[in-house]
């Protein structure tokens, strides 16, 4: 699901620049920035509704919902930087 999910914000920010005509950099910073910036904000927000010092001191299990989170923060970062690699390495063949 995080595949899918960080999949489809790259290709939805990059068609999203192309659909107002941007410029080749702006639509490849609009598909990484749309495709990371869920993860961080999936842990904030998880964090602050379901594993608070309230809900954690009546079930500590409860922290267990930032884990999916957490590694999808680093699936998202890691992607990232591979998109923005293939980026560099499209333009560097293009150029030869």
Known sequence: MVFCHNTLGYILGYNVGRLFRF???KKRTI???V???NAGMATVLATAFFANDDILARN???I???V???ISC???SISG???AGLYVKYDEKKIK
């Open 23 to 25: 410029s080749l950099a």
């Open 31 to 33: 598909s990484i920035e």
């Open 35 to 37: 495709g990371m910036q």
């Open 60 to 62: 500590p299990e409860a």
């Open 64 to 66: 267990l919902c930032v």
């Open 68 to 70: 999916p989170c957490a």
């Open 74 to 76: 680093a699936y998202h």
């Open 81 to 83: 930087t591979v998109l």
